[in-house]
């Protein structure tokens, strides 16, 4: 935006008091952002009115000019070739014109700029030289029309070219990029006498929307120096080329490689069940290089190691002392006889990863990271003795060090002491840290769990993020893991790494990927079939991702494929008492039984909630090391925070406050760059009581299910203890999609436990069709589901509802569901709910007739009853006033409030009344008929919700 | 499709040489010269940058139908546009105090600007503008004018002293009464709901 600020302008001083001359000051302070195109807006217009005022200044000439122009836009616009005669010819105009007229001093011009290459990665920048403008036309480059005391113009360049390159870089589409597909899009930009983009138009597209897209997205954050006319700067529009051009080196820290051997056969199925998992038997494999480790250390020790002395040769290089021995006399030891060695032979990484492992055991971090680095250079020099399984080693272990520190400080900040000022907590006390400027965390705890609210706006406007510069950490960690999983494609912490923090920036198809590929690397290890179906149910995917967890657990171990599908976390009390005194098939069983009232789209042939459980577990297991810890309890109860924020102390504890949207955070501590979290007190006592009012929570953005908007009645049926419910609907706008795409409709009866009793299932086409669908409803059944499924997307609407009448065992008058249909006047006929003039409506929409039908069955009233008396009131759902309106039962002539009528001697006494809505506002209402009858001492009640517009 | 709407695009508007040419020299110069001075001036006094584009627009379309009776003996192209546009900024005024929409809130003042390091100090500084500014609508019009003609045009006190046809003492002295009187009412409590009046 372009800024007029007060350096544009001078001010006399005036003789002022103080006290009005800093007013004086800030007055001056004051200035005004005008938008950048207003003044190049105002122009054309200013010129239109002048030539309605003034035709005759403007020749027969230049109007044949326009004619012409427009002439070639209608005929030749499309061509190239045509567009640049269309240039030229301007150019010919212009100069023309140029001799009639005086050049306007600071008229902008068509320029063209030399494009902008972005090659991925910037290997080699352009030189500054390489970016000439060209000058297309105008007079302003006419030598007979600019006046020699004016310094020539000048067309805008781009400024900060690397910071250019680096955002263009940015917003080149990571997948396009792996496969080699670039492109240039011609650009016109409208680039304002600041320097600024005003306007970006596109100009000449480069055939794949997505760099058209990345590019348009790009521009207005492009700097340039302004083009000049008499020395002055002044905007104009630019044609201007963003190149991306794809280069096979990633420069993406997070990017797998693409090695060979493990890049698949186009038609490979991976996940297929028929090819993987040849993985049997305990995950905890020794580390690829371990054996080659060994014998090299084993060399570099020569003498000075013997197995009683050291212990083992595999614990030396594990860094852990073997059983039986203390550990810190044993590690000085061994540390002692590593540095020998190193001494000894310098050119053998052995035992250079073995003592930078002892170092990092010790505490001393940045000395390990040398040691680990001083091996890979050994290990990775020309000639060197060593298997890529041994650089993955050490390329894995650097990466880990690098990463522990980039994960114990993700996120971190402090929360500045001011910002507490805005809100009040008179429960919490602590003013901890008033001194410091920052909160205490104390008092960030205090608020937190008493004023949860207050404390969210806090957070937002006094959290001040501490944790800048660490990316660097994270493109050294991932780098150092890509390079592991490039020496040797089945390295599994490595790529855990790699597909984890993937995972935590929710580039869930490039998860997918990566996990494919080191399945197949390493010939279906399950950690890889845990992550390729936490991405999978990420995509909506969910049978897909079902599937891997069922691979995952044929090659787990018993321990831990029990410890994913473990709900005790889900469940309290009594029924957790239950649970955990199961074993086995007992186990699964109960856990089936847990899950199958809670899946929520019975049409999918997957139990969605189901699935999203493991897949937090897998996450959980990974991340956190296992599922029982207190982070893993939360993660599976709720899910990935929508936030986390982290405060330290002093001692280096850290706590993290995890954000789920509504109510307290759920806080955390943890010690320095441990992994290991613990909630706080306050946090697992709220985390307790959460127990009793939202145990878990489902929550998945990948598959969504709506609330479908229905009519749903239930009836008394003819057979004694038989219902009928009848669904009257639509396809939701959401999931019309229309008339090619289909959707799955489902209709289901479940018992009390939410077995299936009775399934109903149709394709129907993704349109909005009202519907009515009518189903008894046996003894056993209590519950009814209406559903559409949308395959493709994984999209959902559902219904869920009670499939009987309350009330309806007790004795005494009762009445079935309302059913709002259109209103009409059925005449004579007998009222039935199968009459042909009888169309319910879906309610999906809001009601905008002046009346509506409503129909309604009373029953059991005739012995108690000889009469009774009808009237509707509407409630409005928001405020809740409450109005009669004149209403027209069947058969009778005219509206009255109220209606004395008489009962059917045989069934149920079945009403349809016509209901006047015309002094009805819209807003949200309920419905109310009542049915008073004096004779039984009491009245029935009916209500249906409606919007009316 | 596509490339037809661009290139007729391109063609009426990349090329303002062309159409700069249809208007008198002298008046394009100003319209570059000057705009930014009747933008301020005008931005001063009216309620949202939106308003005050429509009036310097109303502006320079007056000033261009009077073009050619502008004397230049009488005053300064500068002078004769800023006359035009307290007559303009009246018109818009009035218009408004008829529709009863004189109140300027806080939050439609995205675009004034003051040049503050932190986000923080940047909406202390914006709220204390506007205080200003609604302070300054309260005064008579006369200390409006001259207010908008130093803060908002960033006139010299000699140009002030031409526009309004007095001396520069008397600049001066109107200044010092209009800051007088601005402190005075953005110190009054009542201002939050001022209603401007003139």
């Known amino acids: 935006m372009k800024r007029s600020t007060m350096t544009d302008r001078s001010f006399d001083d005036l003789a002022l008091p103080d006290d009005l001359a800093s007013l004086d000051a800030e007055l001056r302070s004051i200035s005004y952002e005008e938008r950048p195109s207003f003044g190049p807006e105002l122009l054309p217009q200013l010129e239109r009115a002048w030539m309605e005022r003034h035709p005759e200044r403007h020749g027969l000439r230049r109007r044949l000019a326009v004619a012409v122009v427009a002439g070639l836009l209608l005929v030749g616009a499309g061509v190239p070739s045509a567009r640049a005669s269309l240039v030229r010819f301007m150019d010919g105009i212009q100069g023309d014109r140029g001799k009639v007229d005086e050049p306007s001093p600071t008229a902008p011009t068509p320029m063209q700029l030399a494009p902008l290459n972005v090659e991925s990665p910037l290997v080699d920048p352009a030189p500054e030289t390489g970016r000439t403008g060209v000058l297309l036309g105008g007079p302003a480059t006419s030598p007979t029309a600019e006046r020699s005391e004016w310094p020539a113009p000048t067309m805008p360049e781009i400024a900060e070219r690397a910071r250019a390159e680096d955002l263009i870089r940015r917003h080149y589409p990571l997948a396009l990029q792996r496969a080699g597909i670039g492109g240039t899009v011609g650009l016109l930009l409208w680039v304002d006498s600041t320097g600024a983009v005003d306007f970006v138009n596109l100009g000449r597209g480069s055939g794949v929307q997505e760099l058209d897209r990345a590019a348009l997205e790009v521009a207005p954050s492009l700097r340039f120096r302004a083009a000049s006319r008499r020395g002055r700067p002044v905007g104009t529009w630019v044609e201007f080329d963003v190149v991306f051009k794809p280069n096979p080196e990633e420069n993406d820290p997070f990017s797998l490689p693409s090695v060979d051997p493990i890049d698949l056969p186009i038609d490979a199925q991976p996940f297929d069940p028929a090819i993987v998992p040849e993985w049997r038997g305990d995950i905890l494999l020794p580390a690829p290089g371990q054996r080659e480790g060994s014998e090299l250390l084993r060399d570099a020790m020569g003498k000075e190691w013997t197995e ?12 852990e002392p073997p059983a039986g021995r203390a550990p810190t006399a044993w590690r000085v030891e061994v540390g002692r006889a590593l540095e020998s060695a190193v001494a000894r032979d310098p050119d053998n990484p052995a035992p250079l990863l073995a003592l930078a492992r002892l170092r990092r055991k010790q505490g001393l971090r940045t000395e390990a990271r040398v040691l680990f680095e001083r091996g890979l250079e050994r290990a990775i020099r020309r000639g060197a003795p060593v298997s890529p399984t041994l650089v993955a080693e050490l390329q894995y272990e650097r990466g880990r060090l690098v990463e522990e520190i980039w994960l114990a400080r993700r996120g971190s900040g402090r929360v500045r002491g001011d910002a507490f000022s805005a809100g009040s907590c008179p429960q919490a006390r602590s003013s901890g840290g008033a001194a410091t400027g920052f909160a205490s965390v104390d008092r960030l705890i205090a608020w937190n769990y008493l004023c949860p609210g207050e404390f969210g706006d806090i957070l937002d406007k006094g959290f001040e993020t501490t944790d800048v510069g660490l990316s660097a950490d994270l493109t050294v960690a991932m780098a150092s893991f890509r390079a592991a999983v490039e020496a040797y494609p089945a390295h599994v912490g490595a790529n855990i790494e790699i597909l984890l923090a993937l995972a935590d920036e929710g580039r869930w198809t490039e998860v997918m990927d990566g996990a494919r590929r080191f399945v197949w690397a390493s010939k279906g290890h399950p950690y890889g079939l845990l992550l390729g179906g936490l991405a999978l149910q990420r995509l909506g995917r969910s049978e897909e991702a079902r599937d891997q967890f069922e691979l995952a657990f044929r090659a787990l171990s018993q321990t831990e494929g029990d410890e994913l599908r473990d709900i005790e976390v889900l469940i309290a009390g009594k029924q957790r008492e239950e649970y955990l005194a199961l074993h086995g098939e007992a186990r699964r069983e109960w856990e089936r039984a847990f899950w199958a009232p809670l899946d929520p789209i019975l049409t999918s042939a997957v139990n969605e909630r189901e699935v999203e459980h493991t897949a937090r577990a897998s996450y959980a297991l990974l991340r956190f090391g296992n599922t029982l810890n207190d982070a893993a309890e939360v993660w599976l109860r709720y899910g990935r925070p929508t936030r986390v924020r982290v405060v330290s102390a002093n001692a280096g504890v850290h706590t993290e406050f995890w954000d789920y949207g509504g109510g307290p955070d759920i806080t955390f501590s943890r010690l320095g760059t441990a992994g290991n979290m613990d909630l706080t007190p306050e946090g697992r006592a709220y985390l ?47 999931l019309a999609t229309g008339a090619e795409d289909t959707l799955d409709l489902g209709v289901f009866l479940l018992g009390a436990d939410g077995s299936k009793i009775s399934v109903t299932q149709r394709r129907i086409r993704a349109q909005s069709v009202p519907m009515s669908l009518r189903t008894p409803v046996a003894p056993e059944v209590s519950s009814v589901v209406v559903e559409f499924f949308n395959r493709r997307t994984g999209q959902a609407a559902s219904l869920r509802d009670a499939a009987r009448l309350t009330g309806g065992e007790e ?6 569901d309302l059913l709002i249909m259109k209103s009409v006047a059925p005449g004579t006929e007998p009222v039935t709910r199968s009459a042909d003039w009888v169309e319910p409506l879906s309610l999906v929409r809001p009601v905008d007739v002046d009346a509506v039908g409503v129909y309604f069955e009373l029953y059991d009233l005739a012995p108690l009853a000889s009469w009774y008396r009808l009237k509707v009131e509407i409630v409005n759902r928001d405020t809740g006033a409450v109005v009669g309106v004149p209403i027209r039962p069947a058969g009778e002539e005219g509206y009255r409030p109220t209606w004395d009528r008489y009962p059917s001697t045989e069934g149920p006494t ?24 004096p004779e039984a001492g009491t009245a029935v009640i009916a209500t249906r919700d409606f919007d009316r517009r | ?17 062309e159409r700069s040419s249809s208007l008198p020299q002298d008046f394009e110069t100003w319209y570059h010269e000057y705009r930014s001075s009747v933008f301020r001036y005008v931005r001063f006094r009216v309620a949202t940058r939106e308003a005050a584009e429509d009036v310097t627009s109303e502006v320079f379309m007056k000033a261009l139908r009077s073009f050619e009776r502008y004397d230049e003996t009488r005053a300064s192209p500068k002078t004769w546009l800023l006359r035009i546009a307290r007559n303009a900024v009246t018109d818009h005024l009035r218009a408004l105090q008829r529709r009863g929409s004189l109140h300027v809130s806080l939050d439609r003042i995205p675009d004034l600007v003051a040049d ?51 001396s520069n003492n008397a600049v001066a002295v109107r200044l010092h009464r209009a800051l007088r009187r601005l402190k005075s009412a953005v110190s009054d409590p009542q201002l939050d709901e001022a209603q401007h009046h003139d």
């Open chain 2, 116 to 166: 503050v390091p932190s986000q923080e100090e940047r909406v202390i500084k914006q709220e204390r503008i506007q205080r200003l500014l609604n302070g300054s609508q309260t005064l008579r019009k006369g200390d409006q004018e001259i207010l908008s003609l130093r803060y908002g045009s960033g006139l010299q006190n000699a140009e002030i002293a031409e526009h309004l046809g007095i």
């Open chain 1, 688 to 734: 307790n009581d959460l127990r009793e009012v939202l145990p878990h929570r489902y929550g998945t953005l990948a598959r969504t299910v709506f609330t479908l908007p229905a009519q749903l009645s239930r009836f008394r049926g003819l057979e004694p203890a038989a219902e009928e419910v009848e669904v009257d609907t639509e396809v939701p706008a959401l």
């Open chain 1, 811 to 816: 004795a005494g008058p009762s009445v079935s």
């Open chain 2, 1 to 17: 499709m596509q490339i037809e709407q661009i290139v007729s695009d391109k063609v009426t508007r990349t090329t303002p040489a």
């Open chain 1, 308 to 319: 009683s002395r050291l212990g083992p040769i595999e614990s030396i290089l594990a860094g």
């Open chain 1, 910 to 933: 079945v009403e349809f009344l016509s209901v006047a809505l015309t002094d009805v506002p819209p807003g949200r209402h309920t419905l109310r008929v009542v049915a008073d009858v």
